[in-house]
């Protein structure tokens, strides 16, 4: 009908510009290189689903093929996705997270054909390193992982200018300036950015799950397993002298119940105050750099007299963490080596002193014959000893497995155990005698590095120990594996052990590997400065290093004015650097600007918005002989500036030209 107004026809849009072959394969290594570090966490089946697809995707772009259709696309994706729920059990937390990030990105290579599936892939490919960092944080896998931002950094550029005629390794030179100009943002983020205690964001629930460590019980080969592990729990710098190795006792959780098998924490509210003990010497001042463990327990010797900022200390002498060890962390601690401590409550010594009603009747019976002869509890802790040091009793790192009632098996039949066996056995049967006892975990000595003067603690270092509690000294720590194995107090595990190939290789001494140990020991000595700088740079680190400097205690309040007139600074600085021109220009540019020049310094300056034509003209009516050449030069740098395309060949014929250019 006449009167109806006519739909207007519906625009067209601009057709999708298409990835060049030099920029999928920047996305094709960045994207391999992103995921490289995941090969020890995936399943083999992802892996070589990843390396299956990645080819599939660039055999097509090779052969100049089609992409697969949509359809089969779907089947890969539902078939991924499902292939790591039935791995996983979920799609949520660290684990199944990164395998269905990985699954979907090796799916979207298949369907990536735009710029705008470019720009997707690079993003994906900072997932991926970003989620690598849940899993380790050492200098070496942060190195690669920087060297792979740079690259995907290069990739993106590629994307976006991949007409621009840039070489291959043109974008690699780019990203390296970014980088170079980027430090020092970085540095000043670092270092002044206020800190907040914990992540910024909700983390998985298992991402810090796999970590090995000092458990919160004990039972036969709980601590045992420990040994086989080389892993670092912590380091130790001391401000004066090291305390000699049968001194250095860890102190970790403390163990109350016992069910017949198993000891066991109880729930005890830490204080924010140090409990009190009477020091009976000097005390000993130290720095300890904590591993994460994702545990609030923290270590310190005994006896701890000093807290670390946001920890408690329980009656038990334990310090607690408001939230759980999930990042290197650096404290300061003071101890003393000999003390007295205050008096045993009712509840605790009805704690100290509980046990099954029924098990282990000759280990009873043999406390009994002790108490016969001699009650007190100085004595029956001497007869127990005794009973380790005179009896064939054996520390092995591979203690047969006990019967229902471990006590009585351990004592009269297997007498070979570990740390735990000993004190299990020790602490039961001073209960039985009347005499209160508890369990205590942590580590035991720990390896001087001489090339950077600290202890190391490793998780082969666990050990545990009793507390007897008796009048006029109250708690007094007896180290039953001592009776059995004193070499394992005073020298370390390694002394305690016949066949050294037992223990995990950076525990042993002697044999022809030293050489290997002694370059772990200055790696090592490179990580603490890593991890005590870098990985450890806390709230209380931040606070602490920046009032050292001698601005005094700093808020952060302060932290903030100071960190936004650095950064202010710094752009100024940037600013009369990119006004004087010397950050590098895109080549075509670059080779306009220096032609330009040229005619400026011959009285031929160009207008602000006069175009390169109209501007070659002008040259060529006021200078007739350089009409050619001019005219040649503003029209392959507008085709190459403006026009669809840059071809590397013409990009260099354009600065060939400009470098033959003489105005006169």
Not at 321 to 327: G, L, T, W, Y
Not at 458 to 481: I, K, N, S, Y
Request: hydrophobic share 50%; net charge positive.
């Amino acid at each position: 009908m006449p009167w109806r107004q006519k739909k207007p026809e519906k625009a067209s849009l601009p057709p999708t510009e298409p990835l060049s072959p030099l920029a999928l394969n920047w996305l094709l290594v960045m994207l391999a290189l992103a995921v490289a570090p995941h090969a020890w966490e995936l399943p083999v089946w992802l892996i070589g689903l990843f390396v299956l697809l990645a080819g599939w995707r660039w055999l097509l772009a090779l052969r100049d093929k089609p992409l697969p259709p949509r359809w089969l696309l779907l089947i890969l994706v539902i078939l991924a996705g499902t292939a790591v729920f039935v791995d996983y059990r979920t799609l949520l937390g660290r684990e199944a997270g990164v395998a269905l990030l990985t699954a979907m990105t090796a799916c979207k290579l298949l369907e990536s054909r735009a710029l705008r599936d470019g720009v997707v892939l690079v993003f994906l490919g900072y997932l991926l390193v970003m989620s690598h960092l849940l899993y380790s944080q050492e200098i070496l896998m942060v190195a690669y992982l920087l060297m792979v931002v740079v690259i995907l950094l290069a990739a993106q550029m590629m994307i976006h200018r991949q007409h621009a005629g840039l070489t291959a390794l043109a974008p690699l030179r780019l990203a390296g300036r970014m980088l170079l100009v980027a430090i020092p943002v970085m540095l000043i983020l670092f270092v002044l950015f206020p800190r907040i205690p914990g992540p910024l964001w909700g983390l998985p629930k298992d991402a810090h799950q796999g970590r090995t460590g000092l458990s919160d019980e004990m039972m036969p080969g709980t601590i045992s397993e420990l040994s086989q592990s080389d892993a670092v729990a912590f380091r130790v710098r001391f401000t004066g002298a090291i305390p000699p190795p049968n001194q250095r006792y860890w102190r970790g959780p403390v163990l109350w119940n016992f069910d017949g098998r198993r000891w066991t924490r109880i729930d005890e509210l830490p204080s924010k105050t140090p409990v009190p003990f009477t020091a009976e010497g000097p005390p000993v001042d130290y720095s300890v750099i904590l591993e994460p463990s994702n545990r609030l327990w923290l270590f310190a010797l005994d006896l701890p007299a000093t807290l670390p900022p946001r920890a408690g200390m329980t009656a038990s002498f334990q310090l607690l963490r408001d939230q759980p060890v999930n990042e290197a962390y650096r404290y300061e601690m003071r101890s003393y080596l000999t003390y007295r401590t205050g008096e045993l409550t009712a509840a605790e010594r009805f704690r100290a002193l509980r046990l099954p009603p029924r098990g282990n009747a000759r280990a009873r019976a043999l406390v009994e014959e002790w108490r016969q002869r001699d009650a007190r509890p100085e004595a029956l802790v001497e007869a127990a000893l005794t009973l380790f040091r005179e009896q064939p009793f054996y520390y092995t790192l591979t203690p047969p497995l006990l019967r229902a009632e471990i006590v009585d098996d351990f004592l009269f039949r297997t007498r070979e155990g570990f740390c735990e066996h000993y004190t299990n056995a020790f602490v039961f049967l001073m209960r039985a005698g009347g005499v209160p006892a508890r369990v205590v975990t942590g580590y035991q000595g720990g390896e001087l590095n001489r090339m950077g003067g600290y202890l190391i603690i490793r998780q082969a270092d666990a050990h545990a120990w009793a507390e007897v509690w008796l009048a006029e000294r109250g708690w007094v720590r007896v180290d039953p594996t001592g009776a059995v194995a004193p070499n394992r107090v005073q020298e370390g595990l390694y002394a305690a052990v016949l066949d050294q190939n037992e223990l995990p290789f950076l525990m042993r001494r002697g044999g022809d590997g030293q050489w290997l140990r002694q370059l772990a020991l200055t790696w090592d000595s490179l990580n603490i400065v890593w991890n005590e700088w870098v990985l450890a740079y806390g709230p209380d680190r931040q606070k602490e290093w920046l009032s050292g400097l001698g601005f005094g205690p700093v808020d952060w309040r302060e932290m903030t004015v100071a960190m936004i007139g650095a950064l202010a600074v710094l752009g100024l600085i940037f600013a009369v650097l990119r006004w004087r021109g010397r950050w590098a220009r895109d080549p075509v540019v670059r080779a306009w600007q220096r032609f330009c020049a040229r005619l400026a310094r011959r009285g031929l300056a160009r207008g602000a918005g006069e175009g390169p034509l109209d501007f070659t003209e002008r040259v060529a009516t006021h200078r007739p002989e350089l009409a050619a050449p001019a005219r040649e030069i503003a029209r392959l740098y507008a085709a190459l500036r403006y026009g669809p395309t840059a071809p590397p060949a013409a990009v260099r014929r354009l600065g060939r030209l400009v470098r033959r250019f003489r105005a006169g």
